[in-house]
């Protein structure tokens, strides 16, 4: 049975508002397309309660997928590292950036091609498995260069990445986030070492990764899902990949994104539903209801630019949640809001940065 939300049919091009759900997410749709780093773990240490939560949706019927943009491990070594935080994971569970990369170059070169491999074993094991050859160096005349992140890439690898486009070679990246999540912040990601090999030859990559729609196709195919959920804790990789793939999303705030980057949102990046993490697979959801450009949700109600345009109000209590999920719907009603007007409606919630 679809998700009883305030959402007319299915998933649609944007959300004008979060939607609500009247029974939880875990029997509303059938597979979880979950993001890892800042949904399930972050910079390598489990996030609290999310291997129960999964837990506990597993049980209840739904299957999980882990979906991720990271092409530097194989699937079986991320299923690994799962089932040792609690996780019930197998590698057939794992879909990466770099089976998506692969599948792309295999479906252009023939059998046997070489291609020269920037990245970790990942990316390796990937293209071995779709009958590809992975190589070193422009000299072995590669007839594409696939780009992952990696964290011991050193320049000698990217130079000759970059020969080998600036001769021919066609030029593919795993993915093109910018920043990596970590407990110490965010840092370097795949799209700034990208840059290194855009800047020396003049050639932009085909990207396989969210939010492009090369991952997300791969992931519903391996699961055979018929009612995904896209589960992930970034706006312009995991949220706005479940936009372009017409799949409903669940956006957590464990990882990147704060309070006031959801509420600014642009419409290909709104989720359809909030959390503050995995334990909101779990739960019903409530519908946001609007009344005279009052949004309200639970005990909360939120206005936009009922005294001073280009601002929102905030008033009532409750779960803090719900009055995200207010603010959400009265920011996305209207235009020209700023990070510094809407900060004080979202410092009232007190949900972090």
Request: hydrophobic share 45%.
């Amino acid at each position: 049975m679809a998700a009883k939300s305030a959402r007319s049919g299915p998933a649609q091009a944007a959300a004008e508002r979060p939607s609500g759900s009247s029974e939880p997410l875990s029997e509303a749709y059938d597979v979880a397309l979950l993001d890892l780093d800042g949904v399930v773990y972050l910079g390598g240490a489990p996030i609290p309660g999310a291997a129960r939560a999964l837990g506990e949706a597993t049980r209840g019927g739904m299957r999980l997928a882990f979906v991720t943009n990271n092409a530097s491990r194989s699937p079986a070594a991320i299923a690994g590292q799962l089932t040792g935080m609690g996780v019930p994971a197998t590698a057939a569970d794992v879909v990466t950036s770099a089976q998506a990369a692969a599948h792309l170059i295999a479906d252009r070169l023939p059998a046997g091609a070489p291609v020269l491999v920037v990245g970790g074993i990942g990316l390796r094991i990937a293209l071995r498995d779709r009958g590809l050859r992975p190589v070193s160096t422009a000299a072995q005349r590669p007839a594409a260069v696939v780009q992952g992140y990696a964290p011991d890439i050193g320049y000698s690898l990217l130079a000759e990445a970059a020969l080998a486009v600036r001769a021919g070679a066609w030029y593919v990246a795993s993915n093109a986030d910018a920043t990596l999540p970590t407990p110490r912040g965010p840092q370097p990601g795949n799209g700034a070492l990208v840059q290194v090999i855009v800047t020396a030859t003049g050639q932009q990559p085909v990207i396989a990764g969210k939010p492009e729609p090369p991952l997300h196709a791969e992931a519903v195919a391996r699961t055979g899902a018929r009612r995904p959920l896209v589960v992930g804790d970034r706006l312009d990789t995991d949220i706005e990949g479940a936009v372009r793939g017409g799949a409903d999303s669940l956006l957590v705030l464990t990882g990147v994104t704060g309070p006031a980057d959801v509420v600014l949102a642009p419409p290909q990046q709104r989720p359809t539903y909030l959390a503050p993490d995995l334990a909101g697979l779990l739960e019903p959801h409530p519908e946001v209801r609007e009344a005279d450009g009052q949004f309200r949700c639970g005990g909360w109600s939120a206005r936009a630019g009922a005294e001073v345009a280009g601002e929102l109000e905030l008033t009532g209590t409750g779960a803090p949640i719900d009055g995200l999920r207010a603010l959400c719907a009265a920011a996305w009603s209207v235009t020209g809001l700023t990070a510094q007007t809407v900060a004080p409606a979202v410092g009232k919630l007190r949900l972090g940065s």
